[in-house]
RNA sequence: GGCGCAUUGGUGUAGUUGGUUAACACGCUGCCCUCUCAAGGCAGAGAUCACGGGUUCGAGUCCCGUAUGCGCUACCA
């Protein structure tokens, strides 16, 4: 591994609303490369929108950045903190000949209309002849300039982008990458407001933090020839430049809060049962891929495999299917989940197992000591068959508590189907319950001789058994879980009639 | 409207100097295992590599065009 402690990068979310999951994966990018080489992983919080920013989505996305386990270096960046800065490095520009004041008056544009408007104004320009350095104000003589501003007329600032040239840089993803001047507008660079915008505050704050390797979402390439120009305006070296392919919705649109809910929040996956490792490992797989092809990554290996030159250049669908339940959301993140869940270190799944029973008040605290070897045995036992944490305390609950539900069709299916079942059940428990000691061995030893006696399949009274000790028609090996429900728990639901009264 | 990026089985991908039957994972089907369901093992279905041209002895891999999708083109970020 090579170690350049000079490597600095950065995740540079907006603060209006959750972790998106198209975010969360550019923090995993950048701070496994800033790991890898041993550099510095930044955390800026763009917060210049104040109309839409918010604390609250900035806690979110700290939250979620620690629920992946993406910790960061140094102190968090405001952005709106640096604005006078912004302003600054706009009017140095103007004294410099680099920029200009524009007194055009601003226009009003609806956000539901910008994009329409773009494409019209387009349009009428061609028609009329006009292009990106047909502004009047651009060579208005600085001595004119100043007088209007001085004069109190409003005004915002453009960059003066030379009519003859074009923008190189290399994309360590996209290649070479080349534009025309004619190509680029004099994008405006503070608003008549004193607001300054995203470009140059970028630019002005990765200049600032000496970010050495700007990685982030693809939709920012073709806005890159801009802050190319910036750069050379205000005298900085260009960073390397790393773009990450878009991730979309299964009918490869958008993907977005509005349409997709909240399949696309962070916080979803956390509250609906991933485990972090998992989630990360999945995320790493969007929009990447390990050079062995070897998909089950723990983070120590996925540092070390990682590299900018194995991320694709087309999008990586999140695959998902609204309004079902069971594939709620891609199906290979699910799988990765329950993966995980099976073969993780059960010292590491303890703890999560822990929240979860204790979310739905089902955590008993002799569980911490007296009751450790039995709760270790059982979640050993369960959990080869769950996808999500939810499951330890939805269908696992029969483990943990005298309060849960039949499964009708199991019921009607192990139980019901069979009307001897009603006395044999009962009987079979008092058999049970002479059983000393009660284990796995024992257990089985006793039932199978009961249905010898009885004349019937040890099937039928290991399935009936399945259901009513559990609620349900699916679960590990019989006798394992007779031995984790332990012999007085056993016996007393083996008696229950509450099957038949429910269901029959 | 302009510019840019992309396009390999249902999904995620491998295929990075063009060269035998296009590889892997998820999902799907069947079998084995078995007290159920998983897991695991075995076997299998599924891709004329978006389409049309071209270069070449030979192209998923290079070139041109078309289509589709996405992005940017804002005094949004």
Redesign the pocket.
């Known amino acids: 591994m090579t170690t350049n402690t000079a490597v600095r990068v950065r995740f540079a979310p907006?603060p209006?609303g959750y972790l998106h999951i198209g975010a969360a994966r550019s923090a995993l990018f950048n701070w496994l490369y800033a790991r890898q080489l041993g550099g510095k992983f930044l955390l800026r919080i763009?917060?210049?929108?104040l109309q839409?920013s918010t604390e609250e989505s900035t806690r979110s996305i700290i939250e979620g950045m620690e629920w992946l386990g993406l910790d960061y270096d140094e102190e968090i960046v405001f952005?709106s903190d640096n604005a006078d800065k912004h302003r600054a490095a706009a009017n140095r520009l103007v004294d410099e000949g680099k920029a200009y004041r524009?007194?055009?008056?601003?226009?009003q544009?609806e956000?539901a209309t910008?994009?329409q408007?773009?494409?019209d104004?387009?349009?009428s320009h061609?028609a009329e002849g006009l292009d990106h350095r047909s502004n009047p104000f651009r060579d208005l003589s600085q001595e004119e300039s100043d007088r209007r501003a001085a004069a109190g007329e409003?005004?915002?600032i453009r960059l003066k982008v030379a009519r003859e040239g074009s923008t190189h840089f290399s994309d360590a993803v996209?290649?070479e990458?080349a534009?025309n001047y004619a190509?680029i507008?004099d994008?405006?660079l503070l608003?008549?407001?004193g607001?300054?915008?995203?470009?140059l505050?970028v630019v002005i704050d990765d200049i600032e933090m000496a970010i050495t390797h700007v990685i982030r979402g693809?939709?920012?390439?073709?806005?890159t020839h801009k802050q190319v120009l910036l750069y050379a305006a205000l005298g900085a070296p260009q960073p390397q430049f790393a773009h990450l392919?878009?991730i979309?919705a299964?009918?490869?649109?958008?993907l977005s809060k509005r349409k997709h809910g909240e399949v696309v929040s962070l916080t979803t996956y956390r509250d609906r049962g991933f485990v972090p490792e998992a989630f990360r490992n999945f995320l790493a797989?969007?929009?990447?891929?390990p050079?062995d092809?070897k998909?089950i990554l723990t983070v120590a290996e996925l540092m070390q495999q990682f590299s900018l030159?194995?991320i694709?250049?087309?999008?990586?669908?999140?695959?998902f299917q609204e309004n079902d339940p069971r594939h709620w959301t891609?199906?290979?993140a699910?799988?990765?989940n329950?993966?995980y869940i099976?073969t993780m270190p059960l010292a590491d799944l303890l703890p999560m197992v822990k929240a979860e029973l204790r979310a739905g008040k089902l955590w008993r605290e002799e569980y911490v000591d007296d009751e450790r070897p039995w709760l270790e045995k059982t979640v050993e036992l369960i959990r080869?068959?769950f996808f999500t944490l939810k499951d330890f305390s939805q269908q696992g609950r029969a483990y943990f508590s005298e309060d849960f539900d039949f499964d009708e069709a199991a019921v009607r299916k192990n139980i019901l189907k069979e009307p001897r079942l009603k006395e044999l059940l009962p009987a079979l428990a008092e058999k049970l319950e002479t059983v000393d000691p009660f284990k796995v061995e024992t257990a089985?030893a006793a039932l199978r001789a009961f249905a010898d006696e009885a004349g019937v399949k040890?099937?039928l009274l290991?399935?009936a058994s399945?259901t009513m000790l559990t609620g349900?028609?699916?679960?590990?090996?019989?006798?394992?879980v007779f031995d984790v429900i332990g012999q007085e728990r056993a016996v007393r639901r083996l008696k229950s009639q509450q099957p038949w009264f429910e269901f029959s």
């Open positions: 907006s209006t763009e917060d210049t929108d839409r952005q524009d007194f055009t008056p601003k226009e544009r956000d910008v994009k408007g773009i494409v104004r387009a349009r061609a409003p005004f915002a996209y290649g990458q534009r190509e507008e994008l405006v608003r008549s407001d607001h300054p915008l995203y470009n505050s693809q939709d920012h390439l073709t806005n392919p878009l979309l299964p009918n490869k649109g958008k797989l969007l929009g990447w891929s050079p092809g998909e030159d194995h694709h250049r087309s999008p990586a669908v999140f695959n891609d199906e290979k699910l799988w990765m329950a993966e099976r080869h068959r089985e040890a099937g290991i399935n399945r349900q028609a699916v679960g590990p090996s019989m006798f394992e």
